[in-house]
């Protein structure tokens, strides 16, 4: 996939090319540095839809919730986020 197709609307689509990418390149296979360049570009431009999509939900959690929430640590079923968000 490349940056042209990511949509900026879709979290999971920009995960899973993050995810995909990041399994290419801990499976050890030799790379051309030609073959890496169009992975950064892609896993950048996904993280950053992610980092976004991220950022407006802390901000939607803040205004209906209130600031106290904001910070506190998450809980899901995947232990994904169970520690405190990163400040982007």
Excluded: W
């Excluded at 205004?63 to 994904?80: F, K, M, R, T, Y």
């Amino acid at each position: 996939m490349s940056t042209s197709n990511l949509d900026p609307n879709s979290f999971d689509q920009a995960f899973a090319v993050l995810e995909t990418n990041a399994n290419r390149l801990r499976t050890g296979n030799p790379m051309q540095i030609d073959d890496l360049l169009p992975i950064v570009e892609e896993s950048t431009a996904a993280y950053k839809i992610c980092r976004d999509r991220l950022e407006r939900v802390r901000a939607a959690l803040k205004q209906h919730l209130g600031s106290e929430v904001v910070g506190a640590p998450a809980h899901s079923e995947s232990g994904v986020f169970d520690d405190k968000m990163p400040d982007f």
